[in-house]
């Protein structure tokens, strides 16, 4: 089935650890795309890559890197996971940067 | 940057219609998007307006005045899967989107 899948579902996370999201399409979408949501604060931009082999800052980019190495696959990792960095993340897809997001089921992260 | 207001909340009785105003201030503009979201679900896309007027797909319809920074999201015939929140998008100049915080629907029998 195309879509988006991200893994883990969930996880909970020691401050200070490293921890790396993923992100897989099948779409062959150029496009890709972090979000991190938080209650009362929307969808935030991390970061994203418009084609494989780039990758550009967001609105909140800090404690955040990313790769796109393929058109298929966008990691997004913590170097150094802290607090504030609980919350929902989702990874979402387009067929270039002009077109519509689609989203990913999400990940819950949860750092103490 | 961009500012992006909609409700927090809104309730309404299965059958009616509701509207949810969006309205916002940005540095470019490239279209305008809604998103539902049920609760612990991904955003699923909506609608899309870039020019004036009225959008109509089924039950939902979508409004944009570009002169005013406003769009609203209609409802009709609600049901109670419609329960969620709804999520306005704005793209900017640069082709990115900013989010509103979302307004959540809440559908009543």
């Known amino acids: 089935i195309a879509g988006i899948t991200q893994a883990p579902t969930s996880q909970i996370l020691a401050a200070g650890r490293r921890m790396t999201l993923r992100c897989t399409q099948d779409?062959?979408?150029?496009?890709m795309y972090w979000y991190r949501q938080d209650l009362g604060l929307g969808l935030r931009l991390i970061h994203y890559?418009?084609?494989?082999?780039?990758?550009g800052k967001g609105e909140v980019p800090d404690g955040y890197s990313v790769s796109r190495a393929n058109t298929d696959d966008f990691p997004l990792t913590l170097a150094s996971a802290v607090p504030s960095q609980t919350s929902v993340y989702f990874c979402?897809?387009?067929?270039?940067?002009?077109?519509?997001?689609?989203f990913g089921p999400g990940t819950r992260l949860t750092v103490l | 940057g961009q500012n992006i207001d909609q409700p927090t909340e809104m309730t309404a009785t299965e059958g009616a219609i509701v509207q949810i105003n969006c309205t916002y201030q940005?540095?470019?503009?490239?279209?305008l998007f809604w998103y539902q979201q049920h609760a612990g679900e991904a955003p699923t896309f909506l609608s899309y307006?870039?020019?004036?007027g009225l959008e109509e797909k089924g039950r939902f319809s979508s409004f944009l005045s570009r002169s005013k920074g406003y769009s609203y999201l209609l409802l009709k015939e609600l049901q109670m899967k419609d329960s969620a929140s709804y999520l306005c998008?704005?793209?900017?100049?640069?082709?990115?989107?900013?989010f509103g915080a979302g307004t959540t629907v809440t559908v009543r029998a």
């Open positions: 779409m062959r979408h150029n496009a």
């Open positions: 890559s418009n084609t494989a082999g780039t990758t």
């Open positions: 940005t540095s470019g503009f490239n279209g």
């Open positions: 307006n870039v020019l004036d």
């Open positions: 998008a704005v793209r900017d100049g640069d082709y990115k989107l900013s």
């Open positions: 979402a897809s387009s067929r270039t940067g002009e077109d519509t997001q689609y």
